[in-house]
């Protein structure tokens, strides 16, 4: 702006007419307009594009839990795995019964050994080789195989048992967490209910249906990421749920843990919803989302088989303003700024910068040349949201283009002129050209401050400089 002013100024003094005793002049050789010098508030605002809609976009899943087969596959190992457990104790403790007698005989066996061996005994069987020494010398020997040959028995029988145990708790442990991802819906399930775009869902409300099983949305920022069972340990998605059934009107649970009143709202929430009242919700029965959403899409067709994975798209119910704005002008905008939007009926509504992108990413488009070939082009740009103060302006427009002035700066009780009012002087610098009481010109030099673009008004800072002055500007045609 600026540069135009010295290109529309004259480079010489451009009041080269008669000039007064203190430097002025009497009259200019063009046509002139007179405005007085003016005390109030200036802006400066950016003027960008932007696109109305819904604040906020994520997908929302069909979790993969654990099929009704596969729990009963897991069910079923976990009973074998327990008969197997208790038949290797039952025999590990047959063996070790079978050992104590065995030890007691070896034992009795040895003592006898003492005494048929003491004394006169001793040298009998040394000559002949017989005698109740060589006898109990005998039994001790047969007594002291039968007993390692039942320590191995026994030794074998507890590894066996450590093994059977292990793989019982792998297979409890299995049906556990088998139990916590039960899902809520079969294998050959397939969708009863979905939702339309543009649809708004609130708490209480089925998402989607299966199998005409509803999927109800709860609040809350913890992911339903298990199933709502007695015996589950505490955590921050049971007192969401319990917060939820309360808010409901299904209960007075309250806490992180699943108590008997937990399963009783539960059960109140599935008789409101027409389903069995088993007191515990499978998984995908219910999801999280902090508030109310806006369905934007939704992926399959009334009928479709089920599969885990992403079902829909959504949004919060809130307006917002996006903007593409150039990374080089990131510096301009700040989080707070204050917005003024033109709606597409010409309408305003005044808005806030909400968040400010730190990330530029870049659109690309290409042009073909005569050639055959590509001449890429690419503009980064970073993301601007806006929030606005007053959503219901919006009314349900959505992806509506939309214009926007962010105030970057204001200046409150400051002397402003038009613009055009500021005359370019040959020796660098700006002035004002004043209209004395007595009639003369005479040039006030000025320092510019804000530019406020839309209102065509400039700040003027100078010495002798007051509101009330009046000053020349080129005649408007």
């Known amino acids: 702006m600026l540069l135009v002013i010295g290109l529309v100024s004259a480079v010489v003094d451009p009041f080269a007419g008669k000039a007064s005793g203190r430097g002025g002049v009497v009259d200019n050789g063009a046509p002139t307009g007179l405005v007085t010098v003016m005390r109030r508030s200036l802006t400066s605002q950016t003027p960008v594009s932007g696109t109305l809609g819904y604040a906020g976009s994520w997908t929302l899943a069909v979790p993969a839990g654990t099929s009704a087969t596969d729990l009963q596959q897991a069910t079923q190992q976990e009973t074998s795995a327990h008969a197997s457990y208790a038949a290797a104790r039952a025999t590990a403790s047959a063996d070790e019964e079978t050992l104590a007698p065995a030890k007691a005989a070896l034992q009795a066996a040895q003592l006898k050994e ?18 109740p020494c060589a006898s109990s010398m ?5 007594d002291q195989a039968t007993v390692a040959t039942a320590q191995q028995k026994v030794a074998a029988d507890q590894a066996q048992l450590a093994g059977a145990r292990s793989t019982f708790a792998s297979a409890r442990h299995a ?6 991802a039960a899902s809520s819906y079969g294998g050959s399930a397939s969708y009863t209910m979905l939702p339309g775009a543009g649809e708004v869902i609130g708490r209480g409300e089925p998402l989607y249906s299966i199998d005409g099983s509803p999927t109800v949305l709860l609040y809350g920022r913890t992911p339903a990421w298990r199933s709502f069972a007695p015996g589950m340990s505490p955590g921050g998605d ?39 009242l088993t007191g515990r919700l499978q ?3 219910v999801a999280f989302e902090p508030s109310s959403v806006r369905v934007t899409g939704v992926t399959p067709t009334i009928g479709q088989a089920v599969q885990p994975g992403p079902i829909m798209t959504l949004s919060s119910t809130k307006h917002d303003v996006s903007i593409q704005l150039d990374a080089s002008r990131q510096s301009e905008v700040k989080v707070g700024y204050r917005v003024l939007v033109t709606l597409p009926d ?16 870049t659109s690309s488009s290409t042009q073909t040349t005569s050639g055959g070939g590509g001449n890429g082009s690419s503009t980064p740009t970073v993301t601007v949201d806006v929030r606005l103060r007053h959503p219901a302006a919006a009314g349900t427009l959505d992806q509506a283009p939309v214009n926007v002035l962010i105030t970057t700066a204001s200046v409150r009780s ?3 002129v038009p613009v055009n009012a500021l005359v370019a002087l040959a020796s660098g610098g700006y002035a004002l050209e004043e209209i004395t009481p007595n009639g003369m010109h005479e040039l ?5 401050g804000l530019f406020d673009d839309q209102a065509g008004l400039v700040q003027v800072i100078g010495s002798g400089l007051a509101a009330g002055q009046r000053v020349v500007v080129p005649a408007s045609t």
């Not at 006030?444 to 510019?448: R, S």
Request: net charge neutral.
């Open 114 to 131: 003492e005494s048929d061996c003491a004394g006169a005994n001793a040298a009998t069987t040394a000559a002949n080789g017989n005698g």
């Open 138 to 142: 005998q039994t001790v020997t047969a």
């Open 175 to 180: 049906v556990a967490a088998a139990r916590s």
């Open 238 to 276: 049971v007192a969401e749920l319990n917060t939820n059934l309360r808010a409901l009107g299904y209960g007075a649970a309250a806490g992180d843990t699943f108590t008997s009143g937990t399963g009783q709202a539960i059960g109140a929430l599935q008789r409101a919803h027409g389903l069995p």
């Open 283 to 285: 998984l995908g029965s």
């Open 346 to 361: 010409n309408s305003t509504s005044a808005g806030v910068v909400s968040s400010v992108g730190r990330v530029a990413t």
């Open 414 to 416: 400051a002397l402003v």
């Open 444 to 448: 006030l030099p000025v320092t510019p």
